[in-house]
């Protein structure tokens, strides 16, 4: 069974900082390519980042690019979100995505972990 | 605020049929595939649709969606309650080099 979980969200000061991690079971984590995604509170979903399977490229909304960095490990089965100079707009639920690669389609995500909160407030 | 705006509401009684547009540009849904997710409340995104009109497995054959140009729509046929949920388009965005989601449209069954 595929499984994302992610993990590392709590209560963050403004211009601080978080890591956050998503760990994939239940499939070979180092044939796909991985995404984040996140919500804020009554809002709409909003992409972030994207990796390829190798690492290289990767791309970033401008929303969070210089301040975010997205990163993977394949030994080890995980995507991580390395987020710095947090602001209060930052506060959402943070979701780690597969694409799918059966179809050959961009944009297809069709796994998703549960989430973890963010919460950026002094 | 998304590139790709979806009407916010949309409603219909059981039965009905729904359908929900999503606009966008030529650097995203003018140029790109067009996918679209449903999430029920309280519940991580579901993928509902792929590739335009494709639908993956188990998803009823109620759902289907089109493009147009710059537009993409998705229908929801024989409306049931448990299609009570929010719908989000997004494609690829040559411009941004990113993904873009629509603004969203939650569906009510009245």
């Known amino acids: 069974e595929v499984q994302l979980v992610e993990s590392g969200g709590g209560l963050v000061q403004p211009g601080g900082s978080l890591r956050l991690s998503c760990a994939a079971s239940?499939?070979?984590?180092?044939?796909?390519?991985m995404n984040w995604v996140r919500q804020a509170p009554g809002k709409g979903l909003e992409w972030l980042s994207y990796?390829?399977?190798?690492?290289?490229?990767?791309y970033y909304a401008d929303s969070v690019k210089g301040r975010f960095t997205i990163s993977r490990d394949n030994a080890k089965n995980s995507l991580y979100l390395q987020m710095n100079s947090l602001r209060a707009e930052d506060t959402a639920l943070y979701y780690c995505?597969?694409?799918?690669?059966?179809?050959?389609?961009?944009?297809?995500?069709?796994?998703w972990g549960q989430g973890t909160l963010v919460t950026v407030s002094s | 605020q998304s590139v790709v705006t979806q009407p916010p509401s949309a409603s219909g009684t059981p039965g009905q049929r729904v359908t929900i547009s999503c606009s966008g540009s030529?650097?995203?849904?003018?140029?790109?595939?067009v996918n679209w997710y449903q999430q029920l409340p309280g519940t991580a995104p579901k993928l509902l649709i792929y590739?335009?009109?494709q639908r993956p497995s188990g998803v009823p054959d109620r759902f289907s969606g089109s493009k147009s140009g710059t537009s993409a729509s998705l229908a929801i046929s024989g409306l049931q309650s448990e299609d009570e949920a929010d719908y989000y388009c997004?494609?690829?965005?040559?411009?941004?080099?990113?993904?873009?989601f629509g603004t969203g449209t939650k569906v009510t069954v009245l």
């Open positions: 239940g499939f070979t984590f180092s044939s796909y390519e």
């Open positions: 590739n335009i009109n």
């Open positions: 997004a494609a690829w965005d040559d411009s941004l080099n990113g993904y873009v």
């Open positions: 030529s650097s995203n849904i003018g140029s790109n595939t």
């Open positions: 990796i390829r399977t190798s690492g290289i490229p990767i």
């Open positions: 995505a597969r694409e799918a690669k059966q179809w050959l389609v961009a944009g297809a995500f069709d796994y």
